[in-house]
């Protein structure tokens, strides 16, 4: 009895999700009059987004920024976590606490001041501003996850390395690193995701040249006509690679987004 | 082969606990020496100062009579076997073992016959491949003294290794770790906090407790003459019974009294203690052994001097032997600061020959072998020999 509720409910709920997805693709391939009319199909959204944006140069545009700002996320938060985690030193708490604290700092409300501290460097309309914009802005959540995940490995593991002749470095890349490849995966799932979807940054800190893909679907909108055959056909090129990201990481995911939930 | 030595070496965390305070021992060439205590008596801080776990607050730890207080653990050649054995789960047992060798630089011909080796030893062979979560718990065990023999150290040190075995298994483990270490002739430092494990595996067993060394002894030398009351009450099971009596000139000798009951001191008892006489009239801690109570209709030549009434609250049936609790009539013996680890029993615990008739509610005739009496300063709680 109690299954088929349960079963029934997340029916409902995968309906939920799933419609949004499916009217996306599904008036991906219509003109903007079969849009209207909601019946037919053809390919004239895609040809007017090929028309108007850039979409390869701004997927690799997307792709670049990603993989540098979480390659950077990543290289600060395992090394940090781990600093957290495993060494012990003065003050290491209050650290711990500043940076935690730098969760709960909404993007927006420091943009401005970014945009001038990266001005007065001379980094805007670059990719290395944005680049570093999104790392400053990951780089707290993945530090406390990766943290986290280091806690739940036994001290006793990290000083049999250290007896059996490693030193913190290596016993920190030969045995911490390969361990926390969930979290790893963790971080690099949820941070791509993040980056990847997000307008703000994009719009302001990159020339038109190297602007992202959901930067410029911004654009696309922004005349006096939007064509949402066109939009629609975008925003499901720009989504591909997220659900490709997360299908790799998938089972990772799970196991890092779970853990301290018990051994 | 080599010797360690830690002088007066003290501990003390930031917080201001301290773990070990001024602990003196010598761990001779090819020596197993335990260290014993309850939980949280320094003996793991103490193991780990050696290993350059711990930074040494004060005092010195010598290997080989270098001094190691500013060697890096990597650099003092020690292998560690710990509770949780540390093995690294992304590795096959193979490489568990032959980790610490490859970062040593050992070639690899010499690597792969090293660990074959110890694999061959603790019966390993089949499993080199697999990786320590498809490993039972006592096969997890060896695998992780595999990776400290390998490493040919200078020392073992081996924290707690058998507590998280099931009974029958950590028996079975402490033979062959004994073996081992016996065959090898490493120098091994061992800590417990199993008494049993101690006395049966240690050359010499060193008694800690609160941070203090109490006693370091062979492990008979420990059981006939704790040297005080600490180590009468933590060593031996079912422990030592230790009452407040007052030593009192009798006639021709002297006597002990406790409660209701007295009983004669032999003459050759005093000789062996010739500082009774200063605590004549004076209070004192008595201990007597389980196995120094007898039941008095199973003596030959009982001696009536040597003869105590005890009411029986309880028989406890162990098959080889059956516990007779029998109480006192006095008050047992609480020492102050370490009395929870000290078991004060209202009660005597007499450890008896199967075929005794005694039974519950009766009142037992009980012989105390006076010959293997314990007296203690109840002051000091040092025991009171010369």
């Keep these: 009895m109690s299954t088929w509720v349960l079963f029934t409910l997340m029916v409902i709920v995968a309906i939920v999700m799933l419609y949004p997805f499916w009217y996306l693709v599904d008036n991906a391939f219509r003109s903007p009059g079969q849009f209207d009319r909601q019946s037919g199909h053809a390919l004239s959204g895609w040809k007017e987004l090929f028309a108007n944006l850039p979409v390869g140069s701004q997927l690799i545009n997307s792709t670049l920024v990603c993989v540098a700002a979480i390659a950077i996320i990543l290289v600060v938060s395992t090394t940090a976590g781990f600093a957290f985690a495993k060494l012990r030193y003065r003050g290491s708490g209050t650290v711990f606490l500043l940076v935690v604290s730098a969760l709960m700092v909404p993007l927006q409300s420091i943009i401005i001041p970014e945009y001038v501290n990266l001005a007065k460097i001379g980094l805007t309309n670059s990719y290395a501003g944005a680049v570093l914009v999104y790392a400053a802005l990951g780089t707290p959540f993945a530090t406390f996850l990766m943290a986290t995940y280091y806690r739940g490995i036994s001290d006793e593991l990290i000083e049999a390395a250290v007896i059996d002749g490693l030193g913190y470095e290596r016993t920190f890349l030969q045995i911490a690193l390969p361990l926390s490849l969930p979290a790893i995966a963790t971080v690099t799932v949820l941070q791509f995701i993040q980056i990847w979807d997000d307008l703000l940054v994009g719009l302001l800190f990159l020339p038109a040249s190297q602007r992202t893909i959901t930067a410029g679907l911004a654009t696309l909108s922004a005349g006096r006509t939007t064509s949402i055959p066109a939009l629609m056909a975008g925003s499901l090129i720009s989504a591909l690679p997220a659900i490709g990201v997360y299908l790799i990481f998938q089972r990772h995911l799970v196991k890092g987004l779970t853990l301290g939930m018990g051994k | ?386």
């Design chain 2, 1 to 386: 082969m080599s010797r360690i030595v830690l002088d007066s070496v003290t501990k003390q965390f930031p917080d201001g606990t301290t773990a070990v305070q001024s602990l003196d021992l010598e761990v001779g060439d090819g020596e197993l020496l335990v260290l014993v205590g309850p939980s949280g008596c320094g003996k793991t801080t103490a193991l780990r100062m050696v290993a350059g776990l711990e930074e040494v607050t004060s005092g010195s730890i010598y290997i080989d009579d270098r001094p190691v207080n500013d060697v890096e653990p990597r650099h003092r050649d020690i292998a560690m076997v710990f509770q949780s054995y540390a093995l690294y789960p992304h590795l096959s047992v193979y490489d568990n073992m032959a980790f610490s060798l490859k970062y040593r630089k050992v070639a690899k011909s010499e690597i792969r016959q090293r660990v074959a080796e110890a694999a061959r030893i603790l019966e390993l062979e089949p499993y080199l491949a697999r990786k320590p979560r498809q490993l039972s718990g006592g096969q997890r065990q060896r695998v992780a003294m595999g990776r400290a023999i390998v490493r040919q150290p200078r020392a073992f040190l081996m924290d707690e290794p058998l507590s998280n075995l099931d009974a029958k298994l950590r028996v079975q483990m402490r033979a062959e770790i004994a073996q081992l270490q016996r065959s090898l002739g490493t120098t091994t430092i061992y800590v417990t906090h199993d008494q049993t494990e101690a006395m049966t595996l240690g050359t010499r067993v060193a008694v800690i407790s609160g941070g203090v060394l109490k006693q370091a002894a062979a492990p008979q030398e420990l059981y006939r003459r704790p040297a005080n009351l600490f180590v009468a009450g933590f060593i031996g099971s079912p422990p030592m019974n230790l009452v407040d009596a007052a030593i009192e000139r009798g006639d021709g000798g002297l006597t002990v009294v406790f409660g209701p009951h007295r009983l004669g001191v032999p003459a050759a008892v005093i000789a062996e203690h010739p500082a009774l006489e200063r605590h004549i009239g004076g209070q004192i801690v008595l201990g007597v052994r389980p196995e120094n109570l007898h039941d008095a209709a199973l003596v030959h030549d009982s001696d009536p001097a040597a003869i105590i009434e005890l009411p029986v609250r309880l028989r406890e049936e162990l098959g080889s032997e059956v516990h007779i609790h029998g109480a006192i009539g006095t008050a047992a013996h609480v020492s102050g600061s370490e009395s929870d680890d000290v078991h004060s029993l209202a009660t005597m615990v007499a450890r008896m020959d199967p075929r005794t008739a005694i039974r519950e509610g009766q009142t037992a005739r009980v012989q105390v072998d006076t010959t293997a009496l314990h007296f203690f300063d109840r002051a000091t709680g040092e025991s009171i020999r010369r």
